[in-house]
C-alpha cells in the first residue's frame, strides 16, 4: 500500500472540490495520484499544482501530451484503464468521483484491496451494489458516502457506524431533492427541454450528466438505490421529498419519533471536507448556512411528470441486474440527449423500453462481475436500438 490519496476523475467536479478542500489545510495530505479521462493540459495544470506521485489518464491517446506538459516534475505518468485501477488499488484511501459505469472497475479494485474508499460515483453502486458491499465486508474496506444525501445521512447516524449495517433504531430514510431546474415545468415543455436549460440547476455547480439526471430526477432513482445498498435499508423506508432550497441534505427518522437532519450550503466541499477529515472536522472554504429568513419548505414529488424516479423504484423492487440494466440505458439515453440526438422527454420513454424488454428475460443476479458487465453491455444496445426506432418514427 501506499501513502496518500487517489483521486479518480481530479479534473470533475467533484475532484477540484477535492483539491479545493485539501488545499485550504494547514498540512498537506500525500497524494497518490490524480486520475482524468483525456483532458491531459487539464491534468497537468493539477498535478503541477498539487504534486501528486502519479498521474494517470484514462484514454492512451493523452499519454504523450501529459509526459511533455509534466516532464522534470517528478510526477510519473502512466495511462489506460488498467493504470486506473492499478492507482486505485495502491492508495491507502480512494476519492471515486470517475462519472457513470466507467468508475465502476477501479472503485472496486480499492474495495477489494481494503481501502478506505470515499464514494461520490453512485453509478457504480448502483449496478452493483450488491457486491460492492460483499467485497467491502470481506476486505474490511471502509465506504463511505460524500453524495450530499448519503454524506447526510452517514452523518445523522450513530458515531462508529460502517455502511452496509443496517443501522439500529431506523425507521426509514427521507433524501431531498431539488427538484431541479424543471421543478415548476409543465409536461409539454418539458418534453423539449434543451441541455443548456437541463444543466442549468438552480442550486448546484455540477458535471453534465449528474445535472441532467437532477433535471429527470433520475438522479434521486439513483440515489434511493444508493442509498439502499450503503444504509442496508429496504427500498421502501427510503422516501423521497422535494426540498427546493437543498438546505436540509436529508434526514433520518428515528424509531422514536426523532427527525435526524444535516443542513448546510448547496456546496459539494461541506460533505467531501466531512469524509477527508473523519474523525476530525476541518475547514471547507464553504459559507455557513445563513438561517434568518431562510425558507425551509417540502413537496411530495410529482410521479407523472419525472417518471424516472418511478422506473428506479422498479427497477431496484426487480433487483437482480436490472438496475444495471436502468444505468446503462439512462446513460445512453442521457449522452443523446446532450448530444442532440434524444429529447429531453424520450429519455425516460428509452428507458422505459429497455426495462420492459428485460422484463421478459431471466435477469441475471448482480453479485458477479461478469454478469453486471454482460448486462451492462445489452442495455446499450438495448437503448441505441430504441433510440433509432425513435429518431425515425
Ligand atoms: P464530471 O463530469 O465533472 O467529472 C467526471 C470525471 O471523470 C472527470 O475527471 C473525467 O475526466 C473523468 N472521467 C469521465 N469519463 C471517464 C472514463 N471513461 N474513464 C476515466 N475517467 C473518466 O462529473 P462530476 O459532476 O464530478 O460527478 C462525478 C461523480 O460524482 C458522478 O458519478 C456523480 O453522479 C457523482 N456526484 C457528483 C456531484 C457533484 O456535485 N458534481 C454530487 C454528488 C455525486
Ligand atoms: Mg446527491
Redesign the pocket.
Known amino acids: 500500500m501506499s501513502e496518500g490519496l487517489a483521486i479518480?476523475?481530479?479534473?470533475?467536479?467533484?475532484?477540484r472540490?477535492t483539491l479545493d478542500v485539501l488545499a485550504r489545510q494547514p498540512s498537506a495530505m500525500p497524494l497518490h495520484a490524480l486520475?482524468?479521462?483525456?483532458?491531459a493540459a487539464a491534468l497537468a495544470d493539477l498535478c503541477l499544482a498539487h504534486r501528486p506521485r502519479f498521474a494517470v489518464i484514462?484514454?492512451p491517446a493523452g499519454e504523450p501530451a501529459l509526459r511533455d506538459a509534466l516532464s522534470g516534475a517528478g510526477i510519473a505518468v502512466r495511462s489506460g484503464?488498467a493504470a486506473?485501477v492499478e492507482v486505485a488499488a495502491e492508495a491507502e484511501s480512494v476519492l471515486s468521483?470517475?462519472?457513470?459505469a466507467?468508475?465502476l472497475l477501479p472503485t472496486l479494485a480499492a474495495v477489494q484491496a481494503g481501502r478506505r474508499v470515499i464514494v461520490?460515483?453512485?453509478?457504480p453502486l448502483v449496478m452493483a451494489g450488491e457486491l460492492f458491499l460483499a467485497e467491502a465486508q470481506a476486505s474490511g474496506a471502509e465506504l463511505i458516502p460524500?453524495?450530499?444525501e448519503h454524506n447526510a445521512i452517514f452523518q445523522c447516524l450513530p458515531a462508529g457506524y460502517r455502511c452496509g449495517q443496517r443501522p439500529d433504531g431506523v425507521k426509514k430514510l427521507i433524501l431531498t431533492a431539488s427538484g431541479g431546474p424543471f421543478r415548476e415545468w409543465d409536461l409539454s415543455a418539458m418534453r423539449d427541454a434543451t441541455p443548456a436549460q437541463a444543466v442549468a440547476h438552480p442550486n448546484?455547480?455540477?458535471?453534465?450528466?449528474?445535472s441532467v439526471?437532477s433535471a429527470t430526477m433520475m438522479?434521486k432513482g439513483?440515489e434511493v438505490i444508493e442509498a439502499h445498498w450503503l444504509f442496508a435499508m429496504p427500498h421502501e423506508a427510503i422516501e423521497v421529498v422535494v426540498h427546493p432550497q437543498s438546505t436540509v441534505h436529508s434526514l433520518v427518522v428515528y424509531r422514536d419519533g426523532s427527525l435526524l437532519a444535516q443542513m448546510g450550503a448547496p456546496d459539494?466541499r461541506i460533505p467531501l471536507a466531512h469524509a477527508l477529515g473523519l474523525p476530525e472536522r476541518i475547514a471547507s472554504g464553504a459559507d455557513s448556512l445563513d438561517l434568518i429568513g431562510a425558507d425551509l419548505r417540502f413537496e411530495a414529488v410529482d410521479m407523472t411528470r419525472f417518471p424516472c424516479l418511478r422506473l428506479a423504484r422498479e427497477a431496484i423492487a426487480t433487483g437482480l441486474t436490472a438496475p444495471a440494466i436502468l444505468n446503462a440505458a439512462n446513460e445512453v439515453a442521457v449522452e443523446a440527449f446532450l448530444g442532440g440526438r434524444l429529447a429531453f422527454g424520450q429519455i425516460a420513454e428509452v428507458i422505459a423500453a429497455v426495462l420492459e424488454t428485460a422484463a421478459g428475460r431471466a435477469l441475471p443476479a448482480a453479485t458477479e462481475l461478469q454478469a453486471v458487465l454482460a448486462m451492462d453491455d445489452w442495455a446499450r444496445q438495448q437503448a441505441t436500438t430504441t433510440m433509432k426506432g425513435l429518431v425515425q418514427a
Open positions: 479518480l476523475g481530479a479534473t470533475g467536479s467533484v475532484g472540490s486520475t482524468a479521462h483525456s483532458n484514462a484514454d484503464a486506473l468521483a470517475i462519472v457513470g466507467a468508475g461520490a460515483n453512485k453509478e460524500v453524495d450530499s448546484w455547480d455540477m458535471g453534465a450528466k449528474i439526471d438522479n439513483l459539494m
